[in-house]
């Protein structure tokens, strides 16, 4: 049997997650999406979306649902997008900024050393007036 991380309680897991990342703010995300300096990665599942709106299309965010992203975003993998790389910069949006740390990190042990999360999620990125569809 092997011996897997052990910790004491989802906190525990996502302040750890946490420390690999240097988190973003929603308007540093969105100038890096702006610019062509990132990629955003909604991983909310598509009755979330519909329920919470989205990222306005023109800033071109992909939708990759949680149970997938390794898989798109691995290199190495067959199932992988074509924007997927080891120097791709990731930014990945849940709905409040909590899933998204835990997904943002399992990029990072992947190799996907540039990825990271948004601060505050979609909710956030909604309140500070940033681009949304509904």
Known sequence: MFSAPHYDGIDHQLADARSRLRRVSVRAA????LH???????????AQRAAEGEVAA???PLVVERNVL????????DARLPVAGFDTRVLVLCQEGYT???AADALVRL??????D???GFRA???AGLPVAR
């Open 100 to 102: 998204s740390s835990l």
């Open 58 to 60: 023109h800033l071109v």
């Open 36 to 46: 062509h300096r990132a990629v955003l990665v909604d991983i909310r599942p598509a």
């Open 70 to 77: 390794e898989w798109r975003f691995d290199p190495r993998h």
């Open 125 to 127: 990125w909604r309140e």
């Open 30 to 33: 969105y100038q890096e999406v």
């Open 111 to 116: 190799g996907v050393r540039r990825a990271s």
């Open 118 to 120: 948004v601060v505050g």
